[in-house]
């Protein structure tokens, strides 16, 4: 089971999928309030919606993982979730796919929806962020006993070694670098730092010594939704992310690529995959609002939170609003992460990724852009790094607890109907990985105080409106 676990780490990289743009439907805005900059679109490739989905339940993102009989053996092979999959797929968990590597082996290797797909109220939400994964245990000795299992089953100059090895070599080296202090937040641009230190940017080949000082931090990030991604136009929290979207999406094959060769090839399938995703529509709350205190709310929020946050309804627009950390306030680590380790964003422009017609580029930014808020009742914990637990102490800053723990089951009982969030303990200090501890660097929750001039009953009122998002 060790084995089935620490796959699960592979491929949190793919997280670098959100956030983006794919249609140009966002509003634009001429005269963008002060401390908020204006992000302009960026063209982008077409693809086929049907294509891309077949190419996210069976595709080869990553083109290495654990011999199929050594998952199977190790997990039974045997899950619900298998999202309906035939063939080698059925039966694998969703987080997974088998493909046939180059040398004609079939591996278990991690998908988007290892970190893009979460259950809610026991439905499998393809989508959503991965909000209850634990990245806070070293992955590392987990394969180093994969490893022994491997080499005892099959040889260390067999096929299947071949094909498992560049896996296991990828995560050994960022195993003891990308840990989170707390479950649920996730460690993608910290992944990035690792792989990009150890891979050439002319050509993608693995190098064992760490070309550049890996950072000491691991920024947590909350993994947004997809279904976001159609109205935005910039990648990431801080708006990095610029140009082609599918070529930056791409960048989760360096887990495990051998050669700019293989990138090429990934890529070719990102406007697929794309196109689907743009046609993902957020759930609905599934429980009862109050009709009269929604539309009071509606009316503050188009008073108070449109600007940043668009509007919603019949009128749908969205600003694409850079919002400056003076004005934001909330915590600027990973804003910050790039600027203060300049060679990352310079490997990734001056790397293939870079180059060319649809090329992809990693600018930085001086603050975070305000997200599209539909499905929002869904995507708790809030803020960049999943700090705050509901929306209610998002509008409220004053009441945001230091410490606090939630439950890791994403069930109806667990969730606040009120608060609009997942229920939560506070708690007096950290006392072990499940206790989010808001005082530590990159994990700070203040910030965003607009919601503090409102009254109580007006918070209450918006957050009765959020839900209809």
């Not at 699960?8 to 249609?23: D, F, K, P, Q, W």
């Not at 022994?148 to 960022?174: I, Q």
């Not at 808001?438 to 839900?467: C, M, S």
Request: glycine share 8%; charged share 20%.
């Amino acid at each position: 089971m060790k084995i089935f676990q620490a796959a699960g780490i592979l491929t949190a990289l793919v997280v670098l999928l959100a956030n983006s743009r794919l249609e140009n439907n966002a509003a634009v805005v001429p005269d963008p309030p002060p401390g908020t900059t204006y992000l302009e679109p960026s063209p982008q490739r077409s693809g086929d919606a049907g294509a891309g989905y077949q190419y996210l339940l069976y595709g080869d993102f990553v083109s290495s993982g654990i011999p199929l009989r050594v998952f199977k053996r190790a997990s039974g092979g045997n899950s619900p979730d298998d999202l309906g999959r035939t063939g080698d797929a059925a039966g694998i968990p969703f987080r997974f796919n088998v493909i046939t590597t180059a040398n004609g082996v079939k591996v278990v290797a991690p998908t988007c929806l290892t970190c893009h797909a979460e259950k809610l109220n026991g439905q499998l939400i393809v989508g959503l962020g991965s909000n209850t994964m634990d990245h806070t245990r070293d992955a590392a000795a987990n394969f180093k006993a994969a490893d022994l299992g491997v080499k005892m089953m099959f040889g260390e100059n067999s096929p299947e070694w071949a094909a498992y090895y560049p896996a296991s070599r990828a995560t050994k080296t960022m195993g003891p670098y990308i840990r989170t202090e707390t479950r649920g937040p996730n460690p993608a641009d910290k992944i990035f730092a690792v792989l990009a230190a150890h891979r050439s940017a002319a050509d993608f080949a693995w190098i064992d010594e760490a070309q550049f000082n890996i950072p000491a931090e691991t920024v947590p990030t909350d993994v947004p939704a997809w279904w976001l991604m159609k109205k935005k136009n910039a990648l990431y929290y801080n708006g990095l992310g610029r140009g082609d979207f599918g070529r930056l999406a791409s960048a989760s094959g360096m887990l495990t690529m051998l050669d700019s060769a293989e990138a090429r090839r990934i890529d070719s399938r990102m406007p697929d995959l794309m196109a689907w995703i743009r046609t993902i529509e957020p759930p609905k709350y599934p429980y009862p609002i109050d009709g009269e205190l929604a539309a009071a709310g509606k009316k503050i929020f188009e008073k108070t939170c449109y600007k940043c946050h668009g509007t919603y309804g019949d009128s749908v627009s969205y600003p694409n609003l850079l919002v400056s950390l003076e004005k934001a306030g909330t915590d600027p680590l990973l804003s910050n992460a790039y600027k203060t380790h300049p060679e990352y964003h310079t490997w990734y422009n001056n790397s293939w990724y870079g180059q060319g017609a649809n090329k992809g580029q990693m600018l930085p930014n001086d603050g975070y852009v305000a997200p599209p808020l539909d499905g929002v009742w869904a995507t708790a914990p809030y803020l960049h790094n999943a700090s705050v637990p509901t929306l209610e102490d998002l509008l409220n800053s004053t009441q945001r607890p230091v410490y606090w723990k939630r439950v890791f089951e994403n069930t109806e009982a667990n969730y606040d109907q009120v608060k609009g969030g997942w229920k939560y303990t506070v708690e007096p200090a950290k006392t072990d990985v499940e206790t989010y501890d808001t005082t530590l660097p990159g994990y700070g929750n203040g910030g965003h105080k607009f919601g503090d001039r409102l009254t109580a009953e007006e918070r209450k009122a918006v957050v009765e409106y959020l839900k209809t998002l």
